[in-house]
């Protein structure tokens, strides 16, 4: 069983009146990757500084490897917690052998000098983190990425039971972001190092962290899992905006995909859409009809395409097929039922083949308006038995044809405008 190495209880801190953690309660434990998220202003660095001793509690009670924080001296804390702040800045030009020996601080007494054993250690760092082939380079004259490695490298030299880490990406670009990321995952996983990071980038904590804790108006409003705390629930009401929640098909770890944080002009009246389509060909199309306030329904969709995927995350009613099988008359007489109330059908970017034609089978019958993409014709995989199926059923009801997603947008601006003026 793992010791409890961090322990904060019903913590309360903030700057001078203002209150920013309010009753904030976790623990970690040994070999831990915990990452804390959030929006801005919500609490995460603050939490750190708590911490690290660099603010003082209003409330509550921090623990550290058993002992009580208010009891630590600076220098016994330094022994059990290291800080890689966003960024570090020196005035003087100090090596990178320098800085990371700066790690060593809370182990050497004003006259007492490094030994053998701090040149190991802190040549061992340099090693982990890929920065010994600079150590006679001063720090000032390194790009992002590499100050970050060494900040890093300074972090291990301490020798600390727990690495805390605030934003420590922010400022690099991706490679270099990665870079960090694997640095850290690596050393908790080969050197069992414990570390609470404070990561702005939803993604990159669901990819790196196996626990995660989400702050919101300063206080935990989640604990658990990446799969656990990344959904469309938690993240919309954190981050105040549209967007869909997937898993990452390389990393098996859920992803959020932003979508947008200005609502879309909402439709002027009611107006219902059935929407046949499959693959993926409708995925921004079902969103964007679905933020401006159509009343939207789906059908025949086979489980596991993105169609699918983005109709369950919207909550719109669907026919659904098992993957890979074919739409039979049954799904049809489904699809069918939905959509005869339907305002307008809606084909859209969808590649027919023999397995999906029927979904077409019956629209001659239907009170709905009849749209079609000009792309799905290009993407006949039938034998040439699309375009009959579309000549039959244009006999009987027109069919308009368009040829992007913005373009049917058009038409249906256009559409309720002149509605509206006719009333």
């Not at 911490?51 to 630590?72: D, F, N, Q, V, W």
């Not at 307008?344 to 009849?370: H, K, T, W, Y």
């Amino acid at each position: 069983m793992s010791r409890e190495l961090l322990n904060c209880r019903n913590v309360s801190a903030g700057y001078g009146d203002r209150l920013i953690l309010e009753n904030v309660t976790f623990s970690v434990q040994e070999g831990e990757f915990v990452g804390l998220i959030g929006s801005n202003g919500t609490g995460k660095s603050t939490l750190i500084k708590c911490i690290s001793g660099l603010l003082p509690l209003k409330s509550g009670e921090i623990t550290i490897c058993g002992k009580a924080h208010s009891r630590l001296k600076n220098r016994e804390r330094a022994r059990l917690v290291a800080v890689v702040p966003q960024s570090y800045h020196v005035e003087y030009d100090f090596t990178v052998e320098d800085i990371v020996m700066m790690g060593r601080n809370p182990y050497l007494g004003l006259r007492k000098k490094e030994r053998q054993e701090d040149y190991e250690i802190v040549k061992n760092a340099m090693e982990m983190t890929n920065t010994e082939m600079f150590r006679g380079r001063l720090y000032n004259e390194l790009s992002g990425g590499e100050r970050q490695r060494v900040i890093l490298a300074r972090a291990i030299a301490q020798k600390p039971q727990i690495i805390l880490l605030d934003e420590p990406t922010s400022a690099l670009d991706v490679h270099h972001q990665i870079e960090v990321m694997e640095l850290i995952a690596r050393l908790n996983e080969k050197e069992h190092m414990t570390v609470l990071a404070v990561l702005h980038d939803i993604n990159m904590a669901s990819r790196f962290c196996r626990r995660m804790i989400m702050l919101q108006d300063g206080k935990v409003a989640a604990d658990g899992t990446p799969q656990e705390i990344i959904n469309r629930e938690n993240m919309e009401k954190l981050y105040e905006m549209k967007l869909v929640i997937r898993e990452s098909p390389m990393f098996h770890k859920p992803e959020i995909v932003p979508i947008r944080v200005m609502q879309e002009e909402q439709v002027g009246g009611r107006c219902r859409i059935h929407v046949i389509c499959g693959a993926s060909g409708a995925v921004r199309l079902l969103e964007e009809l679905d933020d401006r306030g159509y009343e939207l329904t789906a059908g025949v969709i086979n489980q596991g395409s993105e169609d699918w995927a983005v109709c369950k995350e919207l909550g719109l009613k669907c026919v659904e097929a098992e993957p890979f099988t074919p739409v039979t008359e049954e799904k049809q007489k489904e699809n069918l039922e939905l959509m005869k109330d339907a305002d307008i059908i809606l084909v859209a970017d969808v590649p027919f083949g023999i397995g999906n034609l029927m979904n077409l089978q019956g629209l001659e019958n239907m009170s709905g308006r009849i749209f079609f993409h000009k792309n799905a014709l290009s993407s006949d995989y039938t034998g040439g038995k699309l375009v009959p199926v579309l000549e039959k059923i244009g006999k009987v009801k027109k069919i308009t044809y368009f040829g992007d997603h913005d373009e049917f947008l058009r038409i249906l601006k256009e559409q309720e405008v002149n509605s509206q003026n006719s009333d």
